[in-house]
């Protein structure tokens, strides 16, 4: 999609959501546990069709690319969570034809999508298989016919916590057959296929979301996606490249609007004579921190979704990174918002409470923030050893030469950071304290952590070097709050390094006082301190722009 056209998507999204989706409109759907059906098919239907965009044009869609579909998503989601989640299923559900279907099954179903506005349910988990997908236990037998032709599958099983579960026309389900798990597609109607009751949940109750179960349900075998069985769980895992930026995309648009609200409410509410927002113990604790974070998420969330539309391929772990940091940021300005609105962020009607029980579900679906953390340091610990440790150093060397060309943007700090990092991943290799899982989870986030800071001080830099202003989620962006923004990521990305190593280092009785020593002393602890120099006026800015 052109930028004129995404533009166009965003603000007529934005235009309906006024007049359809409004505050009201969503508390009460929230209250009465609704999902909107007739809401949802307006949206999919002739007139707006906002689920084109995540169809490729050659079936009738809009073909979205990654950053178009985040954007989309975030959109979305600072309206309602739940809407959002019901488009999102649609989306999740047409990805296994979209990565994996042949050109007749694309054509006979992906066309349909578009142009009938079909709902679908994505039904991968199981009662006993959540995290841990190869677990699933859904059969899908072979049908022959005289002659040992695979003529259809019947399939069993149950499929848990399913999204569009009890309202979906196509379904994907994920079933194991004799050559290994593969994705199937089911329509609606057919005998055998059932859904549970909508289950009752915290938040996101505009979505609908069921038991799916599966009795003896017959297909033909032109409904196995690919037409090769065993390739469901590549395709699962081609899947998540896109859909783990949409949930990132989620976290962002969920906890930016929370924070929008109380940074309104912080200018309006006077106590001890003066407005909450200019009150520094208030901004720098309940809002600041918030708005970096998200920022920071964001950058990352752009730069892989960039990089995903450039044509580069393997960026499963940044997928994850971005998920993990932007779904914890949002999560974290939801529950902040609710503090800086007082009492009142406890009373439904004034949202923020609403919002914080909605973005809950970011941390958990799609893959939790612990098998993210898992991830992540799975992967870039891979990368680490067979790069003899350069992964990081060359990170680290980069952001020395960002800081001599522009001192401005944290990039030193971020070094520094991953260089601890490094330090603590050579501790690790030699004490062989991989074999712990906490420390692989600190691990994960400390690389979350360098790996985002890197890219916001590029981002900063970039910003600065064009003397741009740039939207941000909270204000325009000028040189003067990149640089403040990115300096306040980074001080924070090498604080909570410095926990996570000491945990690591000193935390696990690896070693003894003389070995913890040379560590210690090699670890660039001063290094971090002495950059906390200026963080207070850092805040104090970004503070200053978001209260304006
Ligand atoms: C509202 C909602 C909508 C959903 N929509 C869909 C959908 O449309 N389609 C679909 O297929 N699924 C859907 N899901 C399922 C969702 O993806 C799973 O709930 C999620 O993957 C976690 O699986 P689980 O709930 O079985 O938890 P478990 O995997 O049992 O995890 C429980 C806890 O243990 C942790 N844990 C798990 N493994 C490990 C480990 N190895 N080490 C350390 N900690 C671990 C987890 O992080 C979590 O904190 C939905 C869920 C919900 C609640």
Known sequence: ????????????????????????????????????????????????????????????GLGGSAYDVYRVCMAMAEV?????TAFFATSLGTDPL????????????????????????????????????SAIRTTARRITNGSGKVTGYVLNGTKQFI????????????????????????????????????????????????????EDVEVPVDHLVGGVEGQGLIHAQWVFGYTRLMVAAFGLGAGS????????????????????????GYTHALL????????????????????????????????????????????AAADGAIQ???????????????????????TIYEGTSEIMRNTIAMDRWRASIQSRFAFYEDLAAAMDALHSSDPGVGASVVALAARMLNEVLRFARETRLTRKQYVL?????????????????????????????????????????????????????????????????????????DALGSVRSSLGLDGCFDSSVGAEADLDLVASRLTQ
């Open 163 to 214: 999204t569009n579960g009890g309202v979906a026309a196509l379904y994907t389900i994920l079933a194991k057959t004799p050559d290994g798990p593969s994705f199937f597609v089911v329509e609606r109607g057919t005998p055998g296929l059932g859904a549970g009751r909508a289950e009752e949940k915290l938040g996101i109750r505009a979505s609908n979301t069921t038991q799916v179960v599966l």
């Open 98 to 133: 979209r990565v994996g279907g042949t050109v007749e099954q694309k054509s006979r179903w992906m066309s349909r999508i578009a142009g009938e506005g079909l709902v679908l349910a994505y039904g991968v988990t199981e009662p006993s298989a959540g995290s841990e997908v």
């Open 288 to 331: 600041v921190p918030h708005a970096v974070a998200l920022e920071a998420s964001r950058a990352f969330v752009e730069e892989v979704a960039r990089r995903l539309d450039s044509g580069e391929e393997g960026l499963g772990t940044e997928g994850a990174i971005a998920k993990l940091v932007s779904t914890e940021a949002g999560n």
């Open 441 to 513: 989870f600190l691990l994960g986030e400390m690389m979350a952590g360098v790996e985002t800071g890197a890219c916001l001080a590029r981002r900063a830099a970039e910003i600065r070097a064009a003397g741009e202003k740039v939207d941000g989620l909270f204000f325009v962006i000028d040189s003067e709050a990149a640089g403040a923004l990115a300096r306040a990521w980074a001080r924070r990305v090498s604080w909570e390094a410095i926990a996570r190593a000491s945990y690591c280092v000193a935390g696990t009785g690896s070693q003894g006082s």
């Open 1 to 60: 999609m052109d930028r004129d056209t995404l533009e166009a998507v965003i603000r007529t999204f934005r235009e309906f959501a006024r007049k359809e989706l409004t505050r009201e409109k969503c508390l009460e759907l929230d209250a009465r546990d609704e999902y909107p059906a007739d809401l949802v098919s307006r949206m999919m239907g002739e007139d707006l069709g906002f689920h084109l965009v995540f169809l490729p044009e050659e079936y009738g």
């Open 80 to 84: 309602d969570l739940g809407i959002a």
């Open 257 to 280: 609007q929370a924070i929008r609200m109380a940074r309104d409410y912080a200018k309006e509410r006077v106590q001890y004579g003066s407005p909450l927002a200019a009150k520094q």
């Open 340 to 362: 800086a609105h007082g009492g009142y962020g406890y009373i439904r009607e004034y949202m923020v409470e609403k919002i914080r029980r909605d973005v809950r579900i970011t």
